[in-house]
């Protein structure tokens, strides 16, 4: 049997340090007056103020050689494995802005490793290689209003060919960075194929420029009444939105195939956030409950907070170790061997991150759940986050399904 190690290389540890440093003493500290900006003037332009935090930082990060970590078993990237990667993605959780810094980002990463891995040459030219440089920014636009996309069979944006064009009619929402001032282009998933095409065959990824005739942003989504300005998620209508031929990803009917390929890294990338997010809920729980006095003694002593802090450190550590396992089946390269434990980690980050969250937001009382804190903020987010890329019920029948499979030959 392959050892499996999951630790960190003494090469990885030098990394991870000078990434931990950044984030503590460099970019955490300007969250909050990054946040704090948003309110002033037009919410979908950046300010001068953030502008200078968010570019002034980057520009470190780059010089610092901490710079598109993300991108794992390519020479474009500094040669880290998933597992690798995965110790920096939870670093990067603790902080609001450390993943853009890094540029590091959803949905950035997930686009750029489809052009990156599947993009003709002139793709890459026009859009990879901005975007990897930090310059743009870019949206995936999957989900549809009208249909059920957990489904993603489902989806019906109307695609059809005329001539040396693609011409694009219908909707999209929940386009997470759409309304960020410099995303430039939209990596979309339309219907290509008719009924008689096999049904994950049926579908085909374009790339849109965002400034395309026909494009319009409808509404930026709400997200329990916060609309996440200026980076967004929008509801965007396209009517009769013209692009090249060439402007298509692999070619037509091959867009389950590349979904498949950009949602499994996104997803661990997003589980180890959470977690990088839970261990930052639980410092400061405990924090509070040491520092705080109620009825003549710490909060640590009163009620069940005992209880609350040793689960939250023991579900912290089972949700890592399984994060960093489905890590280490993407790095042996059989993605059909992979999917069964990303789709675990899916379900189990973000709820329990989520449910160290809200126990911190209860050791705050009603500061927990006010501006004060970021708890709030991470609470919103986390819980979106158990819709985002596939909600729970659709990971647990995907679990479930190769489970029962042991057992049966029937399709389940």
């Given at each position: 049997m392959?050892?499996?190690?999951?630790g960190m290389s003494p090469r990885l540890e030098a990394l991870h340090g000078r990434l931990t440093e950044m984030i503590a003493e460099e970019i955490a500290p300007l969250d909050e007056e990054f946040l704090a900006e948003v309110d002033k003037g037009d919410r979908w332009q950046f300010t001068p103020r953030q502008s200078e935090i968010l570019e002034g930082l980057k520009a470190?990060?780059?010089?610092?050689?901490?710079?598109n970590l993300w991108l794992t078993d390519s020479a474009r990237g500094p040669g880290l494995s998933t597992v690798e990667y995965a110790w920096l993605?939870?670093?990067m959780g603790k902080s609001h802005l450390a993943a853009e810094v890094f540029n590091c980002n959803a949905p950035d990463t997930g686009n750029m490793e489809v052009l990156e891995r599947y993009g003709t040459p002139e793709q890459k030219a026009r859009w990879l290689e901005p975007l990897m440089a930090g310059e743009i920014r870019s949206a995936y636009l999957m989900t549809e209003p009208d249909v059920a996309s957990s489904d993603a069979t489902n989806i019906a944006m109307r695609c059809e060919r005329d001539g040396d064009q693609y011409v694009l009619n219908g909707e999209k929402w929940w386009a997470t960075g759409a309304g960020d001032p410099r995303c430039a282009v939209y990596i979309v998933m339309v219907?290509?194929?008719g009924e008689e095409a096999p049904r994950h065959q049926r579908h085909s990824m374009l790339l849109v420029p965002a400034d395309a005739e026909?494009?319009?942003?409808?509404?930026p989504m709400e997200v329990y009444g916060h609309d996440d300005a200026p980076h967004g998620h929008m509801h965007i209508r396209l009517s009769d939105v013209r692009v090249p031929v060439e402007n298509i990803i692999l070619g037509e009917g091959r867009g389950f195939e590349i979904a498949q390929g950009r949602l499994g890294p996104g997803r661990i990338h997003h589980c180890m956030r959470a977690i990088g997010q839970?261990?930052?809920a639980l410092e400061m729980m405990c924090r509070r409950a040491l520092e705080r006095e109620a009825f003549g003694r710490k909060l640590a002593t009163l009620g069940a907070n005992f209880d609350h802090i040793a689960e939250a450190r023991m579900e912290i550590e089972q949700a890592r170790l399984l994060c960093l396992k489905a890590a280490w089946m993407m790095d042996r390269g059989d993605a059909r061997a992979a999917a069964p434990w990303i789709h675990q980690i899916k379900v189990v980050a973000p709820n329990m991150a989520l449910k160290v969250t809200d126990a911190a937001v209860q050791m705050f009382g009603a500061q927990g759940v006010s501006q004060d804190t970021p708890l709030a903020r991470q609470w919103t987010a986390l819980r979106t986050l158990r819709l985002a890329d596939g909600p729970?019920?659709?990971?647990?029948?995907q679990v479930a399904r190769t489970e029962l499979r042991?057992?049966?030959q029937e399709r389940i």
């Open positions: 392959t050892a499996m190690d999951l470190r990060a780059r010089a610092a050689g901490l710079w993605a939870e670093e219907r290509t194929g026909g494009v319009e942003i409808v509404r839970a261990e930052k729970d019920a659709v990971h647990r029948r042991k057992y049966t």
